[in-house]
């Protein structure tokens, strides 16, 4: 059983970064896909970016792209969002997933059967 922990979330203003970490516990997620969602309120949860097991191959959603950088240390059990840039638009709760099945990274909260509890990030404009 995969355990994870986001952290790092807070409130900026906009234009300001933030960098989000996601630990896991329990068992590796090194083969494993890891993703990070969002949910701002009254809307449905969101893809914001994910990455293969080995790091090769990063997906990011059209809003964030260029913006947003997505990571893992396989080493240290652990994924990582670096968010720059940020705007108002961003303020969500954003959540660290798990693909603990398939070899294909999903890219849809579907795919994940792994989830955080979620750490809040607000911007100010």
């Known amino acids: 059983q995969v355990q994870l922990v986001e952290s790092g979330g807070g409130l900026v203003q906009a234009g300001d970064s933030l960098r989000l970490y996601c630990a896991a516990s329990g068992r590796t997620v090194s083969t494993y896909s890891m993703g990070w969602f969002r949910q701002a309120p009254g809307k449905e949860r969101e893809f914001v970016a994910a990455?293969?097991?080995?790091?090769?191959?990063?997906y990011y959603a059209d809003s964030v792209r260029g913006r947003f950088t997505i990571s893992r240390d396989n080493s240290n059990n652990t994924a990582f969002l670096q968010m720059n840039g940020l705007i108002p638009e961003d303020t969500a709760v954003y959540f660290c997933?798990?693909?603990?099945?398939?070899?294909?990274?999903?890219?849809?909260?579907?795919?994940?059967?792994?989830w955080g509890q979620g750490t809040q990030v607000t911007v100010s404009s």
């Open positions: 997933a798990a693909q603990t099945a398939g070899r294909t990274t999903g890219l849809g909260a579907k795919s994940y059967d792994c």
């Open positions: 990455i293969s097991w080995s790091g090769r191959t990063r």
